[in-house]
């Protein structure tokens, strides 16, 4: 839509943006340029929970928890602490496939009596010097909410439920409420005698993990009973804990039916390779840095099959007056050293639309993950840990979410219209406006003026991403893919980088 059809159209208070000389992208005035058109009525609350990360011990695979803890002095990588708080993830996921066959006691109390414990799915033995109260002291240094998953009696699994050594790994719902206890209640007695005086106070819990991904797991009969039982075991300890429960692959409407009293939300995950099943993808291996321009498209449509995923079980839940929670997701890409592809600017931009299309499903949708946390070489982290001596760093996805973790609204307001290669998002709270925009052409910028219907723009400033989409982060040293802040000049249109990832804050009055 082009700005004077639009102002015929709409009557709206325009102002077209121009990011002031010398400050980035500085574009040339252009009175046709196309708008972006927004429609600033609140239409649902974004939750701050779309933007959490995701920690799973990952063993052999990748040495993520191990590496975190400063072993000689008992604490977190400070490194990593101080990252992580620009970040700002507003939850902090624990679990995963490795709560099947965690025993939640064997972590917690004095650490020279922990029992260290076979990584049964990712290889490797865990020392257990993290635990319950380690992983919430991290979240409460963060800012973070803490999410734990329980062990959901081994999710069915047998070879998870009894590991080769014969030791029992399946937890039941009893083993559950007692850690509920243990965390939530003031004078549970196990945690005071470990020194712990204060309720770790977790309020969020999950039962089940890819339950419905295995024929050797749970069947859906057999979980939803069993999630009932959990619930209500969970919530005799504390009746005010959140809990989600497992209902991917069409269980979802099922789990509701019978099982929804007790829940709060639903949880499901999308992890895929954008690759599939296109034997000739630039994606593969290292055939990306081959052919930067088809890796590009790859890219930017990968998150068609997000989309897709999204809308099947938004269809399963909605009406039925409970929320999902997309305890992870993350592209899978095959690869050397997992997803090398993952650490370039491009995948940055991709998964910027994962936030975006999150964003606009932001009203039932209400957790959301796009990486694991971090670690040592898996490259779905969100942030990597050099090892043995080097400082932590964001990996492009990690930058993204931050990006938009630190600058968005509360409630999300409807983009009406958007150039063709921008893909647009718009959020409010109170008169400041937010846009989350990203130019999705890898070596064109684009203007675009903007329009709000019924409020004029009086200041904004624009926080921006843009680095050759063939760069790979392999440093926190040396790094472009850093946020540049520019105050805009509000008197023409404002251009967009070419694959670039721009937060726009912009303040407003009503129009008169």
Known sequence: MRRREFLKR???SVAALCLAPGAIGAAAQDAAAPVVAVDPTPRHDLSPWLYMHFMEPLGATDGSIEASWDHANNRWRQDLVDLTKELAPGMMRWGGLFSAYYRWREAVGPRDKRRPMLNLNWGGIESNQVGTAEFVDFCRQVKAEPLMCVNFEAEGYKPWAVNARGDVRAGDAREAAEWVDYCNNPDNPERIGHGRREPLTISVWQIGNETSYSKERFGKDAAIAKTVEFARAMRKSDPKIKLIGWGDSGWARDMIARAGEHLNYVAFHSLFDPARPDPNSPLRGTEYRKDPAATWDALMNGYKVHEHKLLEVRQQVEGLGKPL????????????????????????????RFLNLHERHGDLLKIANIS??????????????????????????????????????????????????????????????????????????????????????TAATAFRIAADPQFEIIAAERDPMRVREAWVDLSGPLSFRAASVTALEIDTAAAT
Request: glycine share 10%; hydrophobic share 35%.
């Open 10 to 12: 709409s009557g709206a």
């Open 325 to 352: 929670a997309l305890t992870e997701c993350h592209y899978t890409p095959q690869g050397r050293n997992r997803c090398e592809v993952l650490s370039s600017w491009a995948a940055g931009v991709s998964y910027a």
């Open 372 to 457: 694991d946390f971090c670690g040592t070489r898996w490259q779905t982290n969100g942030v990597m840990l050099p090892v043995p001596s080097g400082r932590a760093f964001a990996m492009p996805v990690a930058k993204v979410m931050a990006l938009y973790r630190r600058h968005g609204g509360g409630s999300f307001v409807n983009v009406k219209s958007a150039p063709p290669d921008l893909d647009v998002t718009a959020s409010r709270t109170g008169d400041k406006l937010y846009l989350h925009v990203i130019n999705t052409n890898r070596t064109q910028s684009r203007p675009a003026a903007l329009a709000v219907e019924g409020r004029k723009l």
